[in-house]
């Protein structure tokens, strides 16, 4: 829609200031002939594509709520952060942010501390579910009580089904780099092992809009998070903020806890 009234206003301007002189008619009149063109191809696009005009006009308007694009937290000479933000009440399908930190959680006391900092940032919750999966690998029950922090009932119930069987001792469905496969760098190549610092790169779903949920109550948000553990990159993953709570939680992320591709070599496990 921006570009339709640059195009507009541009047309006008040109319009307006082609010379009288006669010897400059003809190129006057090829300018206002493109400049019509590109006006004409802008109303058509807009004609025959209207939810893309709508994006454009919706991602134009200025945005409202509390969401924040950066914030850290130190626990332990451990550093949490994120840098980049994304909105809790507007889709804007070009938003991403990227959660960064030194190491994970050691028990689920230092993860309460991170939540109480990242868990108000949609994307801090994503990553927050990621730490309580390697926090579960670690130690069962604390695991468990990371997961049960970060999840809507529904979503924990179903993680923990599964997350019993990947993380079990299985040797050939055992899958304990789970974690790891949604850290920026790890692959099974290279034995899923992570950039350093490790990152969780988010992004908005750049399909699916925010949605209204009665049930949940509150606006749940689509996100997906870069990984090169599975066929498909992106893993689509759900949060939402209740309306009477202060905090992100995940409402569905079957994508997080589906096994992953199988490891070559041997992995060295997370700081």
Not at 177 to 183: G, I, R
Not at 243 to 250: A, I, K, R, S, T
Request: hydrophobic share 35%; proline share 5%.
């Amino acid at each position: 829609m921006k570009s339709l009234f640059k195009l507009l206003s541009l047309a006008l301007m040109l319009m307006l200031a082609v010379p009288a002189n006669a010897q400059f008619g003809n190129i006057g009149n090829r300018i206002k002939n493109r400049a019509k063109n590109k006006v004409d191809s802008e109303i058509n696009r807009a004609i025959n594509n209207p939810s893309t005009v709508v994006d454009a006009v919706e991602s134009a308007i200025p945005e409202k709520g509390d969401a924040q694009g950066s914030g850290s937290v130190m626990i332990n000479q451990a550093t949490f952060k994120w840098d980049g933000k994304i909105n809790h009440e507007k889709w804007n399908k070009s938003q991403k942010s990227t959660v960064t930190f030194s190491r994970f959680p050691t028990s689920f006391e230092e993860f309460v501390q991170v939540r109480e900092v990242l868990g108000k940032e949609p994307q801090g919750a994503v990553a927050l579910v990621i730490m309580a999966m390697e926090l579960y690998h670690r130690d069962v029950d604390e695991g468990k009580e990371a997961l049960k922090l970060i999840n809507t009932s529904t979503n924990y119930n179903s993680m923990y089904r599964q997350l019993k069987e990947v993380m079990g001792d299985d040797g050939a469905y055992n899958r304990p780099y789970l974690p790891a496969a949604l850290l920026k760098g790890a692959n099974p190549k290279n034995a899923y092992t992570p950039d350093s610092p490790y990152q969780v790169k988010v992004r908005v779903n750049p399909v699916t809009k925010y949605q209204e949920s009665e049930l949940l109550d509150g606006i749940v948000i689509y996100l997906q998070v870069d990984s090169e553990g599975w066929d498909t990159n992106w893993r689509g993953i759900e949060v939402v903020k209740p309306d009477d709570e202060e905090y992100y939680f995940v409402s569905n992320c079957p994508a997080f806890y589906t096994q992953c591709k199988k490891i070559k070599g041997k992995y060295q496990g997370l700081k």
